[in-house]
């Protein structure tokens, strides 16, 4: 299957200060890369689509602002929180679809995003 | 709306059997998924049906009925390290994915 990689793992950030998470596809070229951010015992929460070259589609109620998605490349897409706050604290997890016969998304392994 | 449906938990004995259901409600339909999670990790990709019936992979199979919007992960023999959380995902109309809240899988020995 497809590789999805996604860094960093863990990252424990002041408050009031700003975060990047990288996700990439390591063997296929992802057109589309979806964000999602789960709450624990919850289910994944779709935050934005984002289309290689173009800007990110955000869902309703998710700041742009403050959290900005790049998808520069076919095989790279940041998201960055801002001025994180702790209740910005959450497992951010990244997916990519695109891969030539395969419908489904690969998932990242996902980033514990801690602001304390 | 659009809506999925799986219950929220379920308890089964190791090397028996277990049957988790799903039922959707969309707009459009461009296929169904079964992810598996544990905890603290991301989604694995388990099973995508998109016409109706029955695929089987191993101990894993995934069944799907268009008409009724009903869509069911069969598990047998079951392990310990199936415990687990099953999230059901339907593709809608524009392709994107709905998700259930998942149904956490508790196996016992």
């Known amino acids: 299957g497809a590789v999805v990689s996604q860094h960093p793992s863990r990252v424990i950030c002041k408050s009031g200060t700003s975060v990047k998470i990288e996700c990439r596809s390591l063997?296929?070229?992802?057109?589309?890369m979806f964000w999602y951010r789960q709450f624990p015992k919850k289910s994944l929460m779709l935050m934005a689509t984002?289309?290689?070259?173009?800007?990110?589609?955000?869902e309703q109620g998710v700041e742009k602002d403050k959290f900005l998605i790049n998808h520069a490349s076919l095989t790279l897409s940041t998201l960055t929180v801002t001025s994180a706050h702790p209740e910005d604290s959450s497992f951010y997890i990244c997916s990519a679809s695109g891969l030539e016969g395969h419908t489904e998304a690969f998932f990242g392994q996902g980033t514990r995003l801690t602001v304390v | 709306g659009q809506n999925i449906d799986q219950p929220t938990e379920m308890t089964a004995t190791e090397g028996a059997i277990v049957q988790i259901n799903c039922t959707y409600q969309?707009?459009?339909?461009?296929?169904l998924f079964w992810y598996q999670q544990h905890a603290g990790e991301a989604p694995t990709f388990l099973s995508y049906?998109?016409l109706d019936g029955l695929e089987e992979k191993g101990r894993f199979s995934s069944f799907l009925s268009r008409s009724k919007g009903y869509s069911y992960l069969l598990l047998k023999e079951l392990q310990m390290k199936d415990s687990a959380s099953y999230l059901c995902?339907?593709?809608?109309?524009?392709?994107?994915?709905?998700w259930g809240a998942g149904t956490k899988l508790i196996i016992k020995p």
């Open positions: 063997d296929f070229q992802a057109t589309t």
């Open positions: 995902a339907a593709l809608d109309s524009n392709y994107q994915l709905i």
């Open positions: 984002s289309n290689e070259g173009s800007k990110a589609t955000y």
């Open positions: 049906n998109v």
């Open positions: 969309t707009s459009g339909f461009n296929g």
